[in-house]
């Protein structure tokens, strides 16, 4: 059984070690599957984006320096060829994909000889949680320095996603922060030493820390902001009653009346009825 020294949320030390669990923690280190999940993971990280440029793509070389024959030198056929100054490269890299894969049981064995490999040189350290209640690099800071951890490379491995020690470790350039199902042989043979919270190894997840009460002089300091916001405030200035009309207006207004004269109101006289033709035939 292999044990890891105990410490309190505050980095006091407890008398008794913890026990790592044993099915997980038994003492197995594979170097050369550390060796391959670590070859692995660096091919993963590359870009691929290196370039040069051969005779074919080099400018100029168009027509032999000088003539074949007569003049005691070497033949040569351009300027661009590679044993010229300014022309291609041989064999040079050319853009190309490095992702490697590794099959899942071989990087499950990787990280569980990464993580052995540090219980057994005594450089994995149990926390009994972390407690915070914000963001505060000061405060994660100062428990590793209560560990004896000042100035290493440290990973700190919470039990579950928590965003606090996340942003408190963000900023320091020696401490990496992640839950602990998702670190990799990498990140923890990256590290001196490992913080592990307890939550994370027995599986029991930290309850969440109450909310702590504000203190009077936060209080008095609030309102007192409150009451000189509102006092800043332009005052409105008062509206005025308006007259209502007695009568609605309507949608459109109304149409004046047209004026009627004498003669059309005499009406238009009846047309003359038009002569009927005379057929032929008629005297």
Do not use: C
């Not at 490379?153 to 199902?181: F, I, Q």
């Not at 203190?215 to 509206?239: F, G, Q, V």
């Not at 109101?265 to 009825?273: D, M, V």
Request: zero cysteines.
């Amino acid at each position: 059984m292999i044990e890891a020294p105990h410490y309190s949320s505050a980095g006091a030390k407890r008398d008794a070690s913890f026990a790592l669990p044993a099915d997980y923690y038994d003492g197995t280190v594979n170097e050369p599957v550390l060796h391959q999940a670590v070859k692995v993971y660096l091919n993963n990280q590359r870009q691929g984006t290196h370039a040069t440029k051969t005779r074919s793509f080099v400018s100029g070389g168009n027509q032999k320096p000088w003539k074949q024959k007569g003049t005691g030198r070497a033949r040569q056929g351009s300027t661009r060829a590679p044993h010229w100054r300014g022309g291609g490269i041989v064999f040079g890299p050319s853009p190309r994909d490095y992702t490697t894969d590794i099959p899942r049981k071989v990087k499950q064995l990787a990280r569980k000889s990464a993580l052995n490999a540090r219980a057994r040189e005594g450089a994995l350290h149990v926390v009994e949680r972390f407690a915070f209640r914000g963001p505060k690099t000061a405060q994660l800071a100062q428990l590793l320095t209560s560990l004896g951890l000042e100035g290493r490379k440290a990973l700190v491995l919470t039990a579950g996603t928590n965003p606090s020690v996340y942003l408190s470790g963000r900023n320091l350039p020696t401490v990496e922060v992640l839950p602990y199902a998702e670190a990799s042989a990498y990140d923890v043979l990256w590290a001196d030493t490992v913080v592990v919270e307890e939550g994370a190894l027995t599986g029991v997840m930290p309850e969440p820390l109450p909310e702590e009460p504000e203190s009077a002089e936060l209080t008095e300091a609030r309102s007192a902001k409150k009451a000189a916001k509102k006092a800043a405030r332009p005052a409105k200035p008062a509206k005025k009653a308006a007259a209502k009309p007695a009568a609605k207006k309507s949608g459109k207004a109304a149409k004046p009346a047209k004026k009627t004269t004498a003669k059309k109101a005499a009406g238009k006289p009846a047309k003359k009825a038009a002569p009927k033709k005379k057929k032929k035939g008629d005297k």
